[in-house]
């Protein structure tokens, strides 16, 4: 299969691909290729997107209840409770109890649970910047010159996972905030 062919009329089909819609067809690929990637030092851990996700959310947010955590990450309930057992298992995350509701218990991440978050985050960055290091002068202005678009995009797509003025104030949640654009994982 050829992926670059010029699309060919078909009679009955819909009109070809504008340049906007090219263009967001390609920077759709382009993302997605690049998450993966950016994933790899996940997956040397043994980390699902999904799992990654929930770490990242809690090392924002942390303590959460689960439904909190569910909400944040955009899945059902019983999805994050799943995920959550996994990661109590693999002591990436405790639960403590809620000091306002004895049946729940709170989220958090264990150290080794920032450790790994962190040598992740530290891995993902090193392999862009290394790349990015790399880059012709002329290319880089131009990346450069792209972030703040791209990330307007992003926030425009994906909000946030779970922002700050959606949590129900706990007594002693620490909030670690992250800039605009740094996203969990």
Do not use: K
Request: avoid cysteine; proline fraction near 10%.
């Amino acid at each position: 299969m050829v992926v670059n062919e010029p699309q060919r009329a078909v009679p009955g089909a819909s009109a070809p691909p504008s340049g906007r819609d090219e263009t967001a067809a390609r920077l759709r690929a382009a993302v997605v290729r690049l998450a993966h990637g950016l994933r790899a030092p996940a997956e040397r851990h043994d980390l699902t997107p999904s799992r990654l996700t929930a770490l990242g959310v809690l090392s924002a947010h942390s303590p959460l209840r689960v439904g909190d955590l569910a909400r944040g990450m955009g899945i059902s309930m019983p999805s994050a409770s799943r995920l959550v057992d996994i990661l109590v298992a693999a002591e990436l995350v405790g639960r403590r109890p809620d000091p306002d509701d004895q049946r729940a218990s709170l989220l958090v991440l264990t150290p080794a649970g920032t450790a790994v978050l962190d040598s992740i985050r530290r891995d993902s960055l090193q392999a862009l910047a290394s790349r990015i290091a790399a880059l012709p002068d002329d290319q880089l202005a131009v990346l450069t010159a792209a972030v703040p678009l791209l990330d307007s995009l992003a926030q425009q797509l994906a909000p946030s996972y779970l922002p700050a003025h959606e949590l129900a104030p706990r007594p002693g949640r620490q909030s670690r905030h992250r800039p605009a654009g740094d996203t969990p994982g």
